[in-house]
């Protein structure tokens, strides 16, 4: 048995998937009942840091995985050792004391303020460095950019009135703004947003996430970003500068710097930026560094860096409710936490002491 799937990963927007001891115990003693060699998939879980989730495809849906990769391993994503993993040693054969703890220690339960520095349209645009220009947007591929985000501007005429406007191949969603004001959020399935014209020019931003390479079928390859024509009503936008935004190689000192050009340009705006997105920071003071678990009650769907370090993706869509923070990523004193939050950004920065990976769903996964 090269891959025994004794748990399964999750994607964003589905429940947790989990297989129960019995029933992974059960198939685990068949195949050692039958003589069989095993290799347990998986036996530690882990976890996608930075942008390094992958996703599925199915029905031509994408199907974007979570920052977790616990996968409900016998050996958590922590490395806690669960009630799996006394059970299948137990069904190995062995006998003799566990010789590691059976969970590290973690820090205490806290509420930390999340304090707003800088808006969204503001950082990112300050960001927008090596921008290309042409008639049509470019491709994260074009751009050479394999995960982050792209930043799209072009300046069209909306003629007076109610139009449509109609993105023709977005992936994998995007966050549409007229002179600074969102319209909404567009995606594969949902292509189009109602726009209101004066006949003046309008500033459109369009700023489109990658959420995920496909990692297996006919979709591996996929292009991403703004991949067809941008019309209002059936006259195609031209005219477009794309940005790239690197978020995975950002350093520390380019994370503030983005931070701090943000807040400068939030301040000279004549109508403030609105406080619900851009980036966030929480002051975390540590004694002495452990794990802990990170989770954002009220916020929305963004990223967050610990001491410049790129934990992953967050998103109130779920299952995922905490990110895993080992303690190697902390330092005794003040840690920075910052927050890039593209929906709504709430009130704090929980520490919990253990993982909220979402409601479980019992998950076999079978061929025919």
Not at 65 to 81: N, Q, W
Not at 160 to 188: C, M, N, Q, S, W
Not at 202 to 208: G, I, K, N, S, W
Not at 231 to 244: E, F, I, K, N
Request: aromatic fraction near 8%.
């Amino acid at each position: 048995m090269a891959e025994f799937w004794n748990g399964w990963f999750d994607h964003w927007g589905e429940r947790h998937h989990v297989r129960g001891v019995e029933s992974a115990v059960h198939t685990l003693r068949g195949i050692i009942a039958d003589h069989g060699s095993v290799s347990i998939y998986m036996a530690h879980g882990g976890t996608n840091f930075g942008l390094w989730a992958g996703a599925n495809e199915s029905d031509g849906r994408l199907e974007p995985v979570v920052t977790s990769y616990d996968s409900d391993a016998p050996i958590a994503e922590d490395g806690r050792l669960t009630p799996k993993f006394f059970a299948m040693r137990e069904a190995l054969g062995v006998r003799e004391p566990v010789r590691s703890p059976a969970r590290m220690p973690t820090l205490p339960p806290a509420h930390v303020p999340l304090v707003h520095r800088a808006g969204l349209l503001a950082a990112l645009r300050a960001a927008s460095t090596g921008a290309t220009t042409a008639p049509r947007p470019a491709s994260f591929e074009q751009l050479g950019l394999d995960a982050g985000m792209v930043l799209h501007t072009a300046h069209p005429r909306i003629p007076a009135g109610e139009h449509r406007l109609l993105f023709t191949d977005v992936r994998d969603r995007a966050r549409v703004f007229a002179d600074g004001i969102l319209l909404g959020v567009v995606d594969a399935r949902s292509p189009e947003l109602p726009v209101t014209g004066t006949g003046r020019l309008v500033r459109l931003e369009v700023l489109v996430e990658n959420l995920g390479r496909i990692n297996y079928g006919p979709g591996v390859g996929r292009h991403k970003g703004l991949l067809g024509p941008v019309l209002v009503d059936r006259r195609m936008v031209q005219g477009w500068q794309s940005a790239p935004l690197a978020l995975q190689e950002w350093s520390s000192a380019e994370l503030s710097d983005t931070i701090a050009a943000g807040f400068a340009a939030s301040s000279a705006e004549t109508a403030p930026a609105t406080e619900s997105t851009g980036f966030a920071v929480a002051e975390v003071h540590v004694g002495s560094p452990a794990d802990t678990f990170l989770a954002l009650p009220g916020s929305g769907h963004g990223l967050v860096w610990v001491n410049g370090f790129l934990l992953g993706r967050h998103w109130g869509i779920g299952p995922q409710v905490t990110l895993y923070c080992p303690a190697p990523l902390l330092r005794a004193g003040s840690n920075t936490v910052t927050v890039l939050e593209l929906e709504r950004l709430g009130k704090t920065l929980d520490l919990r002491d253990r993982a909220e990976l979402g409601p479980p769903e019992e998950y076999v996964e079978e061929f025919d």
